[in-house]
């Protein structure tokens, strides 16, 4: 091959790179997902909120019916196995917890005016980026695998790797948001039945 040809070969593999882009994805936030229910109080929205999100596994932070606010600790996507799980609302979502570690974080924000309550849902995600384990000689490549068993995984981290982990925004969840506020309001509809019959 001619020194022409190599240096052709050279620039097309270069513009490729650049076009398709080597960076991090992140994406914008959507705006957060919002419903309003009327005959409920922010205090008993509160409490129907709580109640969602544990039964979804998720773990309280924070929930104050006079501040108006339910917050989550950071839950782990759930996996393929995990079949009790409903973070992930749909397939593509299932697929990238399985493919990748991501973690997202609820909070739920009310709003009390006129006799109404407006609910609004914003999901924080996030994935973890965990640099390579370099193997610097032959016998340090054992470093690159961890020590698992069939029912427990666990990674053997570094020190130059826990120093470099970090987690990466990706934005909102909306279609997660939405089932979260789709629940909350079922949950309602359903405690007001129950009261009048």
Same mark, same amino acid.
Request: glycine share 4%; proline share 5%.
């Given at each position: 091959?001619?020194?022409?040809? !190599? %240096?052709?070969?050279?620039?097309?593999?270069?513009?490729?790179?650049?076009?398709?882009?080597?960076?991090?994805?992140? /994406?914008?936030?959507?705006?957060?997902?919002?419903?309003?229910?009327?005959?409920?109080? #922010?205090?008993?929205? *509160?409490?129907?909120?709580?109640?969602?999100?544990?039964?979804?596994? %998720?773990?309280?932070? !924070? #929930?104050?019916? &006079?501040?108006?606010?339910?917050?989550?600790?950071? @839950?782990?996507?759930?996996? %393929?196995?995990?079949?009790? /799980?409903? &973070?992930?609302?749909?397939?593509?979502?299932?697929?990238?917890?399985?493919?990748?570690?991501?973690?997202?974080? *609820?909070? *739920?924000? %009310?709003?009390?005016?006129?006799?109404?309550?407006?609910?609004?849902?914003? +999901?924080? *995600?996030? =994935?973890?980026?965990?640099?390579?384990? $370099?193997?610097?000689?032959?016998?340090?490549?054992?470093?690159?695998?961890?020590?698992? =068993?069939?029912?427990?995984?666990?990674?053997?981290?570094?020190?130059?790797?826990? $120093?470099?982990?970090?987690?990466?925004? @990706?934005?909102? &969840?909306?279609? @997660?948001?939405? $089932?979260?506020?789709? =629940?909350? #309001?079922?949950? +309602? $509809?359903?405690?007001? !039945?129950?009261?009048?019959?």
């Amino acid at each position: 091959m001619g020194r022409q040809a !190599k %240096f052709s070969a050279l620039c097309l593999l270069a513009g490729t790179i650049v076009l398709t882009g080597c960076g991090e994805r992140q /994406r914008r936030p959507d705006p957060p997902q919002t419903v309003t229910l009327s005959g409920v109080t #922010a205090c008993e929205a *509160v409490n129907v909120a709580e109640a969602v999100l544990r039964q979804m596994h %998720f773990n309280i932070d !924070k #929930a104050d019916p &006079d501040a108006g606010v339910v917050r989550t600790f950071p @839950l782990t996507a759930g996996q %393929f196995f995990e079949f009790w /799980r409903s &973070d992930n609302v749909d397939a593509a979502s299932a697929m990238e917890a399985n493919l990748q570690t991501l973690r997202r974080s *609820v909070q *739920v924000d %009310f709003l009390q005016t006129d006799g109404q309550v407006r609910i609004q849902c914003a +999901i924080r *995600v996030q =994935r973890l980026s965990l640099p390579q384990n $370099e193997v610097a000689s032959v016998s340090q490549a054992y470093r690159i695998h961890s020590q698992s =068993r069939p029912t427990t995984q666990h990674i053997d981290l570094h020190p130059s790797q826990r $120093e470099a982990m970090h987690w990466i925004e @990706l934005g909102d &969840d909306p279609k @997660l948001a939405a $089932e979260i506020l789709r =629940r909350i #309001a079922r949950n +309602i $509809e359903q405690q007001r !039945k129950d009261q009048t019959t």
